[in-house]
């Protein structure tokens, strides 16, 4: 998988977030080796949201 930002190498890991209120300590993300660009499944699905918004909003 290859970065969108740099076009790096990405790599699965593991990302521990003591202050998520959901009941997990730990999510799985993608991360860039060359930039730290992160993706993860909320990142991503907020993405997907502003993308629609904005087709919304031009037509």
Known sequence: MQCLRCRGLM????????????GHLSFVGWRCVCC?????PLILKNQRGRRALVLQLLH
């Open 11 to 22: 790599v699965q890991d593991h990302f521990y977030d003591m202050l998520d209120d959901s």
């Open 36 to 40: 730290g660009n992160v993706l993860d």
